[in-house]
């Protein structure tokens, strides 16, 4: 089943993503699709998740957070209110191993007034690319 809208992400676990954007306006709603497929253990909610991640602002090419960058992956719990709703929403249920790209519009993730700190405005619909690297 095709995703329209969604972001071309290089289909390759552990690698800088690349991200092509189809078009000036995000989907809408919260989307998740999985492009690599894991085959370790399944993320559940209450898990403590290991990712690496690179998140964009829909449209921009500047990462506003990239842990691939830092070469320092992020660990926290899942499905706890611990990350943004759109995280808590999109990972638990996929496999260690697999690269998520997920399309997070602001009601899912900083809301109205969103994160000018990091340049994100209350409209911007963020976009992350997520490989998941472990979970207990």
């Known amino acids: 089943m095709a995703q329209t809208n969604m972001p071309e992400v290089n289909a390759e676990f552990g690698a800088t993503p690349t991200i092509t954007f189809p078009a000036p306006e995000a989907p809408a709603g919260l989307k998740a699709i999985e492009i690599v497929e894991g085959d370790g253990p399944m993320v559940r909610r209450g898990d403590t998740v290991t990712v690496n991640y690179h998140g964009v602002v829909w449209g921009k090419e500047e990462p506003f957070d990239s842990s691939f960058a ?29 690269r998520l790209v997920v399309s997070i519009p602001p009601e899912y993730g900083y809301g109205s007034h969103g994160m000018p700190q990091a340049g994100i405005g209350g409209e911007d619909t963020l976009v992350f690319v997520i490989d998941i690297i472990s979970t207990r």
């Open 70 to 98: 830092r070469h320092q992956p992020a660990s926290f719990g899942i499905g706890v209110g611990q990350v943004i709703r759109g995280w808590d929403q999109t990972v638990p249920g996929h496999n260690v191993g697999s």
